[in-house]
C-alpha cells in the first residue's frame, strides 16, 4: 500500500487543480452575455429554413464505432508485446478488455449497424 501513496497524491493534487482552476474561472471570468454569445453556433450561417427530413445518423454511428474499434487497436497491441512478462495476469486482462469489447460489438451487431441499404 505505501508504493501507491504518490500516485493518490498526485491524483488529490490534480483533482484540487482541477476544482481550483474551475472555481477561479466562475469567479473571476467575465460575465458580459450578448444576443451573439448567447446564441447556438451554426457555422455563422442563420438557418434559412427548417430541415425537410431528418439528417441520418449512420454516419455518427459510422464514426462512433470506428473510435471504439480504434481504441482497442491501440490498447490490445501494447498488451499483447507484454503478454510475455506479465504472464497469466496479462491473460486474464486481455481476456476481460476482449469481453468488455465485444459484448458491444455484439449488440451493434444483431441491431444492424453494420447493415447498410
Do not use: N
Not at 498526485?10 to 452575455?33: D, N, R, S, W
Not at 458491444?104 to 447493415?115: D, E, L, S, T
Request: glycine share 6%; hydrophobic share 60%; net charge neutral.
Amino acid at each position: 500500500m505505501a508504493d501507491y501513496i504518490p500516485v493518490l497524491i498526485l491524483m488529490g493534487l490534480a483533482f484540487l487543480f482541477t476544482i481550483l482552476v474551475t472555481l477561479v474561472t466562475f469567479i473571476f471570468g467575465p460575465k458580459k452575455p450578448t444576443p451573439e454569445k448567447l446564441a447556438p453556433y451554426e457555422c455563422g450561417i442563420e438557418e434559412i429554413e427548417a430541415p425537410k427530413q431528418r439528417f441520418p445518423v449512420k454516419y455518427l454511428v459510422t464514426g462512433m464505432l470506428f473510435i471504439i474499434f480504434d481504441v482497442e487497436a491501440a490498447t490490445i497491441i501494447p498488451l499483447a508485446i507484454l503478454m510475455h512478462s506479465l504472464k497469466v495476469l496479462g491473460l486474464v486482462e486481455l481476456v476481460i478488455f476482449a469481453v468488455i469489447l465485444v459484448v458491444p460489438f455484439v449488440y451493434i451487431w444483431r441491431k444492424g449497424a453494420f447493415m447498410w441499404e
